[in-house]
């Protein structure tokens, strides 16, 4: 195993890296789902974290943390997934768009748009139609609807299908297919 050299450094200049002034925070990336998807997982946190807390420190744990816990946890997983969609980062084979001629790849990758857009859009309505016929329900441990869930979940499929919408008008426009860097390789994100 061959010995890795690391590039000795003072503590002058440790210490000088934290002098550095601070880079403006740019937040214009940033979508309304993102911000509802942070408000999720923040409450999955903290129910998580008082769930802890009184189980093993106060031995009388709170029933109704692990359902709220869970009810955030899945909408921080689909809304989420609409912010995924927005950027380009769920995962996707790009072998064959490297294999493929290039303009094979763009028609193939509007196809692929095409097929997710219609995904979403039955996901929308079979959501839509599950949510009629469930939406009533109360919580197990809270006395809350469930429909509060759910209608979270078909609100973020419905953003997952604007989403992806959106991304098929963009690569339609730019002449379709994968976004490329100058090496033909793939690059997520708009």
Known sequence: MAEEHHTQV?????A???EEEAQPVD??????????????FWG?????????????????????TEEIAINCLI?????GSAMCVRLSRHIRVDFIYRILPRTAGRWLALVVDLVT???????????????A??????????????????????AAFALMLIRA??????????????????????????
């Open 133 to 154: 016929i469930v939406g009533n329900e109360r919580m197990v441990t809270v006395n809350l609807p469930r429909g509060i869930v759910f209608y979270a979940v078909l």
């Open 10 to 14: 003072t503590v002058e200049e440790i």
């Open 27 to 40: 937040l214009s990336m940033h979508a309304v789902e993102d911000w509802f998807t942070m408000v999720a």
């Open 117 to 131: 857009i219609g995904f979403f859009a039955y996901m929308t309505w079979l959501f839509w139609r599950y949510v």
């Open 75 to 79: 909408v921080t997983v689909f809304l």
């Open 165 to 190: 919408i959106q991304v098929f008008v963009t690569d339609w426009r730019r002449g379709g297919g994968p976004r490329l860097d100058e090496d033909d390789k793939p690059v997520s994100g708009a």
């Open 44 to 64: 999955m946190s903290v129910c998580v974290i008082l769930q802890f807390f009184t189980r093993y420190v106060l031995n009388n744990s709170l029933a109704w």
């Open 16 to 18: 000088q890296a934290f």
